[in-house]
């Protein structure tokens, strides 16, 4: 089912693509136009969900093995600390951020002990650092406070 | 200037204090990949990719090429002891080098994994010094048709050369054409597909692409199950083969690294094709084919030769055409491209001093990597010992820190998750990531390549029916993609990731 959605996505992304590249123009005096390439590329994704939604089974993966209960849970709580520290790193800068994105993954996802949360928390965070701030002179996201 | 007087000037550039370090820190970094199986080289090469901006261009790709070519001499190490390939080209060496092992002979298959690995690398690279300068003389007379046509030839050989779905594989390069062209048309200024927003109108950067698609979904598959690493208790002796081991091994050696070799070369083939090819051909070959999955050493020795083989074949399209073959030398080009080098046929005589300083890196870089791997392989065992939620955190602040460091755009880390997500589901659904890389990075060529051709040409697309380079080529393009339709899957896995 999953899968018959995806390609129904597919099929109208690509209609969209051509649309928006015939908006653009396909070719004009000096050859192909900025919406020749996209227009092709747009055609070969239609045909290509088409493809995949009439052939059904014979192309789709028999029995998914898609993430339940626990195995989710994990997955969606590291998904959200990806996001939650996107959403932090431009005010609580990399230093912060980073640690509290850690720890929280390592004791919501990881269950780890919190000591020793704590130390890989430290570790991680000081050796990404280290390396980039430092080593390879890299300028990371700060804080209001600086650091 | 001839190849032996390239390869000096190679040694003279390599012989720096820094780009030997960054050399031997690649073939560590890539052996630890290797050993480990929470991660792969891809995902690790992608994740390391930033590192290279601060370094020069020659330390920067030797220390990538390092990681490559560790992780194929690493990847057999845990193959063979604890039955867990490290990465996907080791996946048959664990057949006959773990059945060795219960045999007591860990020590003589790891040897043997070690030395075929050493002699293909070299091999290979020898014929990468010498088939190189020769193929980018001939690719000196390719015009814009030529190139657009070696290109749709490359693709075309991609989706040949997939597992799965040839349907998902075209789709995958369409998208990987589609995600390329976002942003400012460099030929007049003309805004695409980029929704409104200035983010997008520098394109969408590949960094977000690559640590997304590899780094971050590969976190969110193994955060499925806690990744339980295994030891083994016995101690490891007797590396050194035995006269008999010598006697069996040196011929699917070689022929493991001429295959492994030619395989590289062609698009999409690779180190994992090249080893499942050379074990079959071995146990085909077999006089005693039974022997293969209980401990046979031509079947450890074939696989290895090949699989190390098919990196330096994969590196000759990359520098003498700018066509990357798989997904690792995508990532390389993207590399190289960042560095602001442009490899193809004018790559070798206009920088030198950077295609003969990788390949003297690579030279070095294999001789670490023996000298790494043999002495060593106790210390790589132990590293087994760490657990995964101890590098679970470094990688998800590595991919942080990676995209981040492209453009410092915040924007770049939403675009990072939002391709981890859907390379996630798409994994799941078995789209397989090499036909979208290598799509995304030749979208600007090809699209220039056939915008000039058009402009060079009063009848259209017939200029690919006047050049005879690429009426051959197209034609040969439309022959192999005729194939790949009729083609039903055969029962050997073909998927190089």
New interface residues.
Partial sequence: MF?RI?NVL?CLL?LA?MV?SWS?GLTGS?????????F???A??TV??L??LF?GSK???PN????RAA?LG??S???A???A??AT??YLG?AVA?AL??FV??QT??R?RLVESLI??VV??A??MLV?GRL??????RGPWGW | MDAINGLMMGFSVLFTAENLYFCLLGSIVGTLVGVLPGIGPLAALALLLP?TF?LSAVAGLGMLAAIFYGAMYGGSTTSILVNIPGEAASVVTALDGHAMAKQGRAGAALGMAAISSFVAGTLSLVALTFFSPLLASVALKFGPPENFALMVLGLVCTLYMIGG?T??G??M???G??GA?VGM?I??G?D??TLGTVNLSAGIEILSVVIGLYG?SE??MN???IVKNQMLAEKIKGLWPTFADWKASWKPMMRGSFLGFFLGLVPGGGPVTASFVSYTLERRIAKDPERFGKGAIEGVAGPEAANNAAVSGGMIPLFTLGIPGNAVTALLLGALVMQGVQPGPMFITQRPDLFWGVVASLYVGNVFLLLLNLPLVGLWVQCLRIPY??L???I??????GT??AN?N?FD??VM?GF??VG??LR???YEFSPFLIAFVL?PM??QS??QS??M?PDGLMIFAHRPIAAVLIVGSLILAALVFLKRKSKQPHGDL
């Avoid at chain 1, 998914?64 to 993430?67: E, K, L, R, Y």
């Avoid at chain 2, 998800?396 to 820190?401: F, G």
């Fill in positions: 899968e995806l597919w690509g693509t928006n653009l000096f050859g192909p136009e900025s919406g020749f390439f996209p092709i590329c747009g070969l994704i290509c969900g493809g995949l052939k192309e789709a993966v998914p093995d898609w993430p195995a994990r997955i709580g590291v998904v600390g990806l996001i520290m996107a790193l431009p990399f980073s994105t850690t993954l390592l996802v990881e780890s890989i928390t991680s965070v050796v990404v980039f390879l002179g890299m300028n990371l996201p | 590192v601060q779905s349907l998902k075209v789709l390069i369409a998208l054409f589609l062209i048309d030929v007049n003309q695409r597909f971050v976190i969110l955060c499925e199950t939620r101890v679970f955190p470094l998800l602040l590595l991919s942080i820190v981040y460091s410092k915040i880390l939403w998750i981890g997500i996630y589901v799941k659904l078995q979208a090809l699209e056939l915008r058009m402009v040409s």
